[in-house]
């Protein structure tokens, strides 16, 4: 259960999330008389499949001026939602009769909002009251229902081709021509078995990231010129000619890509010496 508490004199009000994680559940199992929420809305989710869910947000405001404040549930995201998914907004003295709100936001990867919807109930004091939300695609323009295989271009469904990239019915995005050469079959751009190109490497070709007329720069180097350096945008330790310093130490100190210096004693987490 996610509580949300009050200072003394304010209504406290809680989101109550059955069986310690958002999923569907039998109302016999969530919903057991003998464990009574009291005053309290019920409220079962209703999404289409393709949306690819891993987050709700949840709000709730009530007329007589209590509100939830905004949560993210479930706490753990790592796995996909399914249309039916439960959850309690514990109301505890909200006003008999009150018109309550609750505003609930489908989140794709954790922060892309791509449906919502709302309900309004009554609130009866003491007993909880059943509402469905159903969610609907926020942006018709760029999430495409009932396409798991592609992309969405403006509002049509679109199959995954190299300038028209993604699965799950996403925005459709343009692979660059320089640091990639596919669309996997994930519906992200990359250059031959792997990611698309990043900062240690210049060119994707043949299928493989390269840097100049040689292969992608280690770990901590940044391909510049078409040679491998060391780089702040890729060191986060400290850089000894071309080489980045991923743990620092007496004689090699220094952090977020600057030149290692020799410390007299040792050196400090900050890349500072003592």
Known sequence: MTSVGAPPGRTRVRLFLCSGLLTLLSLAACRDPAAAAGTALFVTTEFEPSLNLNRLRVSATVADGTSVPTKLL???????LQSGETFRVLLDGATDGSQATVRVDGLRDDTTVVATGE???SVRDGYEVEVTVRLTASNTGTFCVDCPDGCCRDGVCTSRTFRTCGVGGDTCEICDTVRADTCTDRGTCGCGTGPSCGLNANFCSGG???CGLGNACGPGLACIN???KCDPSTCNGCCEGNSCIPAP???QCG???ESCK???KRCNPDGTCD
């Open 74 to 80: 479930p706490e753990d995201s790592s796995r996909a």
């Open 119 to 121: 309900a309004t109930a």
């Open 208 to 210: 493989r990231c390269v």
């Open 226 to 228: 078409n040679s491998c």
């Open 249 to 251: 130490n007496k004689n």
């Open 255 to 257: 952090k977020g890509g």
């Open 262 to 264: 020799k410390c007299e």
